[in-house]
Each structure stands twice: as C-alpha cells, then as structure tokens.
C-alpha cells in the first residue's frame, strides 16, 4: 500500500513547501483507483501543520481563495501564456499546443525544455498563498500586467512539476481526478468526521479550506454547530430537472408549491441593519453593480437582520421582465453605474429566507420559510407563486408561465428543507423545451465509413458585441448517413479553406444541438466547450444571425457551474 509524503518531506516541517503538493498532484494524475485517492489526499492532509491545511485543501481543488471569498485571481490563459514564455523563453511556443492538451502539461513542457529545477529556496505554500493575495489586491490600470509579473516571478522558481500544479491552480481547473466532492470525502475519511457533515459544512461555510482545518484540528463536534452565517455567502440550492409537470406532480401531489421561473440571476441577500451585501449564484460579491437594489432592501424590508434569496430581472419602464441580454449588461457593469441604472432598472423578486432575527431557518420546511419571508418582505416583490390542490390548476400555472415569457417553473416541496449546494428532490425545474441553435465553422473529413464525407463539424454560437463566431464544441454525432452526404455537400459549396482534413465554411448552416453539460476548456477562445453534443435538427428556418449566443451560453455555463456535491 502507497502513502502519501508528509510536508516537505517530513511531517514535522515548519511550512510546507509546494514541491510536496505538486507531487501529490502528480501522483494523484497516475492513479486510477478512487479509494486510493482519497487515501493520498486524507494521509496528505492529516500529516500538515495546522497553518497549512486550509491552502493545501483549497490549491488542491484550484481554489486560490475560499470560494465565498470575494477575491479572484483574474489571471487568463492569455496571461499565464505570456508569463511563462517570459521565464522559458520557449523558441516556437505555439508548435507545443499541438503535443499537449491542456495549460497544465504546456507549462510543464515549457519548464523542463527552458532546464529548469526547483529553485533555491524552494516556494512554500505560505508564500504561493500570500502571492494569490498580492495578485488579486491588484486593480485599476497596470493590474493585469502586474499579476503577470507577480506569476511570472513564482514560475522562475518553480520545477516543471510546480510551475504546472501552479498554472492548474490559477486557471481553477486541476485535472488530477480529486475534485471538491472527493476531496471533503478523503478529510472525512482521514478525521474519522460523518461525510454528510462534512459537505453540509463545505456548502454552509463556502471553504473547504476551513472544513480541513475543523475537521482535523476539533473533530466531529465542531459539525454540529455549524450554520450559515451573514456576510459569508453559502451555496444555493440547486434544483434538478423535471421532465413534465404531469411526472412531477405525481410524486407528490398536493405538496408543491409552484413559482414562476424568472429568467434572471440570482441573488443572496445579507442584511443587518444599514449594512446589506448581495452575492450572486456563484459566490461574487456583486453589491456595488447594484445600488438600486441594495436601497430597495435597506429601505423596503420588514427585518432589520436577515439573509435572503431571490431573482434579479431587468424591467421596462411598465415593470414588465425584459430579457435576460438587458439584465447582464446591468449586471455585469462595474463602472458608469448610475446611467446603466437609468437604462436598465433592476426588480428583486425573492423566493426564500434563511435567516430571519436571530433564527435560522435553513433546516425548516420550505413553508414554514415562505410564510416568515411573506411577513418580512414588505415593500420586495415575491415571486408569483401558487400552491396547487388539483392537476390541472398547476398545469394553468404552467400556462401562465410561459404566456408571460418565463423560462418556466420551480417546483417546490412544501416540507423541503434547504439543501446548500445540493441538486435535491426538493426543488424541480421545469424549463420550455430547448436545445442550442449553433453555426458550423468548419468540418473534419470522417474516417471508416465515413470516409468521403464532412461528417465531425465545429459549432460556434455567436458573439452578439462582434457578431463574429466562436467556437464552443465539435460533434459527429446525430445525423443519418443521408443527411451526412447532404451536408458534406453542401459544406464543400460554402467552403473557405482547407487545411490538414479540415474544411472551413462560410457560417450560414444553423443546427440545434443538444448536450449534457457545458465543461470549462481552455482549447476553446471562450474558455467553455459542450460535452456530448449531438446535433438534433438542421435549422434551415434559422438565420446564422438569430444563432444562440457566446453570451447566452456563458449564462448558461455559470448557472450550471455549482456543482452539486455528490461523492
Ligand atoms: P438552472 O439555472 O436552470 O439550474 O435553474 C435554477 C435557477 O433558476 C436558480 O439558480 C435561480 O437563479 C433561477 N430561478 C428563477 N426563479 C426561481 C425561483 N422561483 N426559485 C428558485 N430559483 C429561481
């Protein structure tokens, strides 16, 4: 049986050093079986000194800073590119991507071709975590290129080994099969704590890095008192997909409530007396793009302490919801404020509560929330919502739903309590059908049986700023050996260029394509790609025009991107 190596190489070490992560990391990269993971990791972690458990717990699932920590790093690929070509001095950077397949094993390549070790002194975890600090206190003018400096500045010190842990950690996506769900398994397993305690705790206090330290350092105990607290964001509930209102009802008829599914973005609302901070779905601070609605809650709530979630949508100057596009353009503004406010008003809808006073109500029923939440939300819109006795007066909810334009509904039980983090029964989601409409940009010669034919095609959604096309995925999969011959066909007539079997095209032939998730890429010049894609229908009704867009599906890629925690 393997273990892991302690710190530095010996459990007594005052500081660990990250040479001993990044062969973890390795080593967890060459293994297959999943109990011996979470064996490297939980040995891993038990044997650090106490000061360093929580970094080493986060660097390993490439969290820089506890997920609801405002903090972020910011660092592109781009950026990470040009630091590491800055200490390798590489003579053809660009041949390597066709050798490698990620930034990870690029940067590792780069190091070990510049002859690089480690260096002397070697980098401590300490010292990576107080630089992630100093590169997200980087801000205004000059800050992107001060980051990559301060990047740059750990690479030249890194083995190969460390520089590709590093550039994992910075990009957030670490590859070496341990991710957030296995890793509070492994400290589960290693501090002998109840797994379900354990996830519970990482989704209330939104770090990892603080469960490790709880687990290992005070032990089972300190889980029971573990519970949301203001000002610290936890992860949402997540609701899972219900196939027809009909199948759903059925499960539990009678004990649902029923709420319009605004198609908006989600809010978690902290308030204590004048003090109120909003955090949206995946954890950011997001309270400073919006003052307007920071002045509703401090004004309009009947509760000087509470915490709350709602939707956040765009409305017209009738108060009706406009689409989503108008809300991002508010949301994500930073800057100019006050007249993007004038352009877009914003409406909270809220549909749960947490905390109210000094109680907490994460643990109660759904409707014992929503009633507190009607008493205390005053002035704030309540989501539209009802609470069906019969069949059919869901389904004329449902109706209604989607006449005024909805995404659809959330169904919810009534003696559901709140799950962080957790796609639940509690909460279901039934959304109007649809897939994505994308352009093709390009195909690749098949071979076997399809040899002769354009038969893998890149799909690209539109960038609705530049109206150019981007790329996001490639499928072969889902069309008949006739509409394969058709399209090659067509293709080669709208053909641009060729180039090693792939034949690029003007973007004129809109698809629909269905997948199962959209995955972080950075093959991909918008950083997503679609898994499993496959192309459902040739949209010829479609313009490349009214094609779906890169920023629809960022939406799309940030609402699914809290995973749910299952081991
Ligand atoms: P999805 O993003 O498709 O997983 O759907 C869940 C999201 O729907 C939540 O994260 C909210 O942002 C949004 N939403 C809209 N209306 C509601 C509602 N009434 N209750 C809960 N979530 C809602």
Redesign the pocket.
């Known amino acids: 049986m393997e273990s892991a190596p302690g710190p530095a190489g010996s459990p007594s070490a005052a500081s660990t050093s990250l040479a001993s992560l990044a062969e973890l990391s390795d080593r967890l990269e060459g293994t297959k079986s999943r109990l011996h993971l979470l064996r490297l990791v939980g040995d891993f972690l038990r044997e650090l000194p106490a000061a360093d458990r929580p970094v080493a717990a986060r660097l390993l699932v490439g969290q820089p800073f506890p997920e609801g920590d405002p903090r972020r790093l910011d660092v592109s690929g781009a950026t990470l590119w040009r630091a590491v070509c800055e200490v390798a001095a590489p003579a053809a950077p660009e041949a390597l991507w066709s050798q490698v397949s990620d930034f990870g094993q690029a940067v590792d390549r780069l190091l070990a071709e510049a002859g690089r070790g480690p260096g002397a002194p070697g980098l401590g975890l300490q010292e990576v975590a107080r630089t992630f600090e100093a590169m997200a206190a980087q801000h205004g003018r000059g800050a992107r290129r001060e980051r990559e400096r301060l990047l740059a500045r750990m690479l030249a010190r890194a083995s190969p080994s460390e520089g590709k842990f590093l550039a994992k950690c910075v990009l957030g996506d670490m590859r070496h099969g341990v991710n957030q769900g296995m890793l509070l398994e492994a400290i589960a397993r290693a501090a002998g704590v109840a797994p379900e305690a354990i996830r519970r705790a990482a989704m209330v206090l939104g770090d990892v890095g603080e469960v490790a330290h709880l687990a290992f350092e005070k032990g089972a105990n300190a889980f029971t008192a573990v519970a949301p607290r203001l000002f610290h964001p936890l992860q949402?509930m997540?609701?899972q997909m219900a196939h027809t209102l009909e199948e759903a009802w059925n499960a539990a008829p009678g004990r649902l409530a029923l709420?319009?599914?605004?198609?908006?973005?989600?809010v978690q609302v902290h308030l204590e007396r004048d003090e109120v901070r909003l955090f949206s779905?995946r954890l950011h601070d997001v309270t400073e793009s919006l003052p307007d609605i920071v002045a509703d809650v401090r004004g309009s709530l009947k509760t000087r302490r509470a915490l709350l979630?709602g939707?956040v949508v765009a409305v017209d100057a009738w108060g009706r919801i406009r689409p989503f596009q108008d809300l991002l353009r508010r949301y994500r503004r930073m800057h100019r404020v006050e007249s993007a406010q004038r352009q877009v008003p914003l409406r909270l809808?809220l549909?749960?509560l947490l905390i109210e006073g000094d109680e907490l109500f994460v643990d109660r029923p759904y409707a014992e929330r929503w009633q507190r939440l009607e008493s205390v939300h005053g002035g704030i819109p309540l989501?539209p919502r009802c609470v069906p006795q019969v069949l059919a007066e869901a389904e004329a909810f449902w109706q209604e739903a989607l006449a005024a334009g909805h995404?659809g509904l959330?169904l919810?039980r009534l003696d559901g309590r709140y799950t962080p983090g957790i796609r639940g029964s509690g909460?279901l989601?039934l959304?109007r059908a649809g897939g994505l409409d994308l352009v093709i940009v390009a195909a690749d010669y098949g071979y076997g049986r399809r040899h002769g034919w354009l038969s893998n095609y890149h799909l690209a959604a539109r960038d609705e700023e530049t109206g150019e096309f981007r790329p996001v995925g490639k499928t072969f999969r889902g069309l008949t050996d006739d509409e394969f011959r058709r399209m090659t066909a067509r293709l080669l007539a709208i053909r641009r260029r060729e180039e090693g079997g792939t034949v690029w095209v003007d973007p004129r032939v809109v698809v629909e394509v269905q997948y199962s998730d959209i995955q972080k890429s950075p093959l991909y010049p918008d950083g997503m790609a679609l898994r499993f894609a496959r192309i459902a229908q040739i949209r010829d009704d479609k313009a490349p025009e009214e094609a779906d867009t890169i920023q629809h599906m960022r939406r799309l890629f940030e609402?699914?991107a809290a995973a749910p925690l299952r081991p």
């Open positions: 949402p997540l609701a709420e319009f599914k605004l198609d908006g973005a989600r779905r979630e939707e809808f549909f749960d989501v995404e959330m919810k909460w989601k959304k609402r699914q």
